[in-house]
């Protein structure tokens, strides 16, 4: 595919996510209809849709529509490019611009437009974040970087370098976390070279490692991720010491590639499908609950554009229930972690607050959060603790 072929399949895709079908689902679509698709030019498409959509307000202001069409016009604009190189209609690129095509758009200037977020976020970001509210903004309409854990179980981080560039992955220490590795050169070869065959490495974002890497490991003791989902926190705190491990989801299809992982990064892993409460109790008790994702909007952008008040609403309820559940199968002495991949304050401290008004005999040990960076998303924690 050319350049611009590229482009026009890149706004085909938009519209039909602009229509209501989930971003992924549309481009997956998309490649089933388009088999004279290479790799490189699936990954240029993914590209161009993902960025247009991290960027759909003000992309449509410099375009000057709600289009795909008006979106990758929007997106040339943004890059100082002469969108008329692209629009020629040759090739399988997009028809030329009409004269009022040509002539329409304007600069962002709203906030929501500058900084593309719907109007309704700006407010819960100013509350969350003060100051720092449109740096972090301005950060989500980035792509996120690709972040490695070294499994310290099977390798140093220096070896699992080594390790990746035998395979032609370019990757550097992290500051982040002391075993993530950040992505350079070679990412789509992750997945085939031996480094991550082997378990030397897992794909995890690096603020995520950090998170885990404040949580004390029980030695000997009994752990359990309650919200596992694929299971990656799971064996991120199973690397850095013993103990029994068990993971949980109230979605059990999602941890169904846990056992494999986990048996190549060397650690064993019970899933409990049913009857958590049975199993219990656990001597530290993890909950990485269903939230926004705010913090991860650069990676999945349409995201950003579905989430509505409501849905806020509705989260704050399942978290509020997935804290007072998980708080009864904590072994006396024992800890609960909750923490969530969002930059709001309602899904972070306000939640941890409601939860120790309504149950008072706990108590918080630690609060923090990692703001989105070169080298993680936005993530927080609290470790709270039983004082009676």
Same mark, same amino acid.
């Given at each position: 595919?050319?350049?611009?072929?590229?482009?026009?399949? @890149?706004?085909?895709?938009?519209?039909?996510?602009?229509?209501?079908?989930?971003?992924?689902? @549309?481009?997956? !679509?998309?490649?089933?209809?388009?088999?004279?698709?290479?790799? %490189?030019?699936?990954?240029?498409?993914?590209? +161009?849709?993902?960025?247009? =959509?991290?960027?759909?307000?003000?992309?449509?202001?410099?375009?000057?529509?709600?289009?795909?069409?008006?979106?990758?016009?929007?997106?040339?604009?943004?890059?100082?490019?002469?969108?008329?190189?692209?629009?020629?209609?040759?090739? +399988?690129?997009?028809?030329?611009?009409?004269?009022?095509?040509?002539?329409? !758009? +304007?600069?962002?200037?709203?906030?929501?437009? *500058?900084?593309? =977020?719907?109007?309704?976020?700006?407010?819960?970001?100013?509350?969350?974040? !003060?100051?720092?509210?449109?740096?972090?903004?301005?950060?989500?309409?980035?792509?996120?970087?690709?972040?490695?854990?070294?499994?310290?179980?099977?390798?140093?981080?220096?070896?699992?370098?080594?390790? =990746?560039?035998?395979?032609?992955?370019?990757?550097?220490?992290?500051?982040?976390?002391?075993?993530?590795?950040?992505?350079?050169?070679?990412?789509?070869?992750?997945? #085939?070279?031996?480094?991550?065959?082997?378990?030397?490495?897992?794909?995890?974002?690096?603020?995520?490692?950090?998170?885990?890497? *404040?949580?004390?490991?029980?030695?000997?003791?009994?752990?359990?991720?309650?919200?596992?989902?694929?299971?990656? %926190?799971?064996?991120?705190?199973?690397?850095?010491?013993?103990?029994?491990?068990?993971? +949980?989801?109230?979605?059990?299809?999602?941890?169904?590639?846990?056992?494999?992982?986990? %048996?190549?990064?060397?650690?064993?892993?019970?899933?409990?499908?049913?009857?958590?409460? #049975?199993?219990?109790?656990?001597?530290?008790?993890?909950?990485?609950?269903?939230?926004?994702?705010?913090?991860?909007?650069?990676?999945?952008?349409?995201? %950003?554009?579905?989430?509505?008040?409501?849905?806020?609403?509705?989260?704050?309820?399942?978290?509020?229930?997935?804290?007072?559940?998980?708080?009864? =199968?904590?072994?006396?002495?024992?800890?609960?972690?909750?923490?969530?991949?969002?930059?709001?304050?309602?899904?972070?401290?306000?939640?941890?607050?409601?939860?120790?008004?309504?149950?008072?005999?706990?108590?918080?040990?630690?609060?923090?959060?990692?703001?989105?960076?070169?080298?993680?998303?936005?993530?927080?924690?609290?470790?709270?603790?039983?004082?009676?």
């Amino acid at each position: 595919m050319t350049p611009g072929a590229r482009i026009q399949a @890149a706004a085909e895709v938009l519209d039909d996510i602009l229509g209501g079908v989930p971003a992924e689902k @549309a481009l997956t !679509g998309w490649a089933r209809r388009s088999r004279f698709a290479g790799s %490189k030019d699936r990954a240029a498409v993914r590209d +161009h849709v993902f960025q247009a =959509l991290r960027c759909r307000r003000s992309y449509a202001c410099l375009g000057g529509g709600q289009t795909g069409r008006a979106l990758m016009l929007g997106g040339l604009r943004a890059e100082g490019r002469d969108p008329a190189e692209v629009f020629t209609g040759q090739g +399988h690129a997009p028809q030329v611009l009409s004269a009022e095509e040509a002539s329409a !758009g +304007h600069v962002p200037e709203a906030p929501g437009d *500058r900084y593309d =977020l719907p109007d309704w976020m700006i407010p819960r970001f100013e509350e969350a974040l !003060g100051g720092e509210w449109q740096a972090v903004a301005e950060a989500l309409r980035y792509r996120a970087p690709v972040v490695l854990r070294v499994n310290l179980r099977k390798a140093s981080p220096e070896a699992a370098l080594e390790a =990746l560039a035998e395979d032609g992955v370019l990757a550097v220490r992290s500051g982040v976390a002391e075993a993530a590795l950040v992505v350079r050169d070679g990412a789509r070869r992750v997945a #085939g070279s031996r480094a991550y065959r082997e378990g030397l490495v897992e794909l995890q974002d690096g603020s995520s490692q950090a998170a885990m890497e *404040r949580l004390a490991i029980p030695s000997g003791g009994r752990v359990l991720d309650f919200c596992a989902g694929g299971g990656g %926190k799971t064996l991120a705190l199973a690397a850095r010491g013993e103990a029994q491990w068990f993971a +949980h989801d109230a979605a059990p299809q999602r941890m169904r590639d846990l056992p494999e992982r986990a %048996k190549r990064a060397g650690v064993s892993v019970t899933l409990l499908r049913d009857g958590v409460e #049975g199993a219990g109790p656990f001597d530290l008790v993890l909950c990485d609950v269903p939230c926004s994702g705010s913090g991860t909007w650069r990676r999945t952008p349409d995201a %950003k554009w579905r989430l509505t008040p409501r849905d806020l609403d509705d989260l704050a309820d399942v978290q509020a229930e997935i804290l007072d559940r998980a708080s009864r =199968l904590v072994a006396p002495g024992g800890w609960l972690a909750y923490a969530t991949c969002s930059v709001l304050r309602e899904e972070n401290e306000a939640q941890v607050e409601a939860f120790v008004a309504r149950t008072p005999e706990w108590g918080v040990k630690t609060l923090e959060r990692w703001p989105v960076s070169g080298g993680g998303d936005g993530f927080f924690l609290a470790i709270l603790a039983r004082w009676k």
